[in-house]
């Protein structure tokens, strides 16, 4: 009777062991090098410009845009995208264990969500380690036939990463937007996006 009682003690005790240690996240080595790219340059902020957009010119053209490689964890980084006065866009990069996630979330100066807030994609093969492709998710697809813009459920976000400049791009068919940024000239970085503190 002794013995049974601590053999299932001893089975207790490694079975809360093993339950005790997280899952490992999975990733690959293009992925990984992408994402670290970026993260090299946290706490950085740079200027960018529009270098193509086929829709014609818009705010972005005219407003001084401003990349904040704001917050970094070995899990996610969080990039605001500043347009001009306007911080409230944000990209969030995520390991998922099944490749990378990009985010955008958008928010009100008052901190609350936007309508159109968390939309993105995630990674559907290896990519490269300087350029990842994000087609739209399900959740973005759904939410874009809700706000009558059935035709951004095409969209692909694209990021390029090299060491003299990094770009956001967002293509669909017809479609075209693309900024560059100089990693060449950090300059200093902006307030805290809305709906984050510093």
């Given at each position: 009777m002794k013995l049974a009682l601590a053999i299932s003690a001893a089975v207790i005790t490694l079975s809360t062991t093993a339950?005790?240690?997280?899952?490992?996240?999975?990733?690959?080595?293009?992925?990984?090098?992408?994402?670290?790219?970026?993260?090299?340059?946290?706490?950085?902020?740079?200027?960018?410009?529009?270098?193509?957009?086929?829709?014609?010119?818009?705010?972005?053209?005219?407003?001084?845009?401003?990349?904040?490689?704001?917050?970094?964890?070995?899990?996610?980084?969080?990039?605001?995208?500043?347009?001009?006065?306007?911080?409230?866009?944000?990209?969030?990069?995520?390991?998922?264990?099944?490749g990378l996630s990009l985010k955008h979330d958008h928010r009100h100066e008052d901190g609350t969500d936007d309508a159109s807030t968390m939309y993105g994609g995630h990674t559907l093969?290896?990519?490269?380690?300087?350029?990842?492709s994000f087609p739209a998710d399900q959740y973005s697809k759904e939410l874009f036939v809700a706000q009558g813009i059935p035709q951004s459920i095409g969209n692909t976000w694209q990021m390029y990463i090299y060491p003299e400049k990094f770009t956001y791009r967002l293509v669909r068919e017809?479609?075209?937007?693309?900024?560059?940024?100089?990693?060449t000239k950090p300059i200093a970085a902006p307030a805290a996006p809305w709906g984050y503190s510093d």
């Amino acid at each position: 009777m002794k013995l049974a009682l601590a053999i299932s003690a001893a089975v207790i005790t490694l079975s809360t062991t093993a339950a005790a240690r997280p899952a490992p996240l999975v990733s690959i080595p293009t992925q990984d090098a992408f994402f670290d790219k970026i993260k090299a340059h946290c706490g950085k902020a740079y200027e960018g410009k529009v270098s193509v957009d086929n829709a014609g010119p818009s705010s972005f053209s005219e407003a001084k845009l401003v990349m904040h490689v704001r917050r970094c964890t070995e899990r996610e980084l969080q990039v605001p995208f500043h347009v001009g006065e306007d911080a409230s866009r944000t990209w969030i990069i995520t390991k998922t264990g099944s490749g990378l996630s990009l985010k955008h979330d958008h928010r009100h100066e008052d901190g609350t969500d936007d309508a159109s807030t968390m939309y993105g994609g995630h990674t559907l093969d290896a990519g490269y380690a300087n350029v990842q492709s994000f087609p739209a998710d399900q959740y973005s697809k759904e939410l874009f036939v809700a706000q009558g813009i059935p035709q951004s459920i095409g969209n692909t976000w694209q990021m390029y990463i090299y060491p003299e400049k990094f770009t956001y791009r967002l293509v669909r068919e017809g479609r075209e937007f693309r900024v560059d940024f100089d990693l060449t000239k950090p300059i200093a970085a902006p307030a805290a996006p809305w709906g984050y503190s510093d």
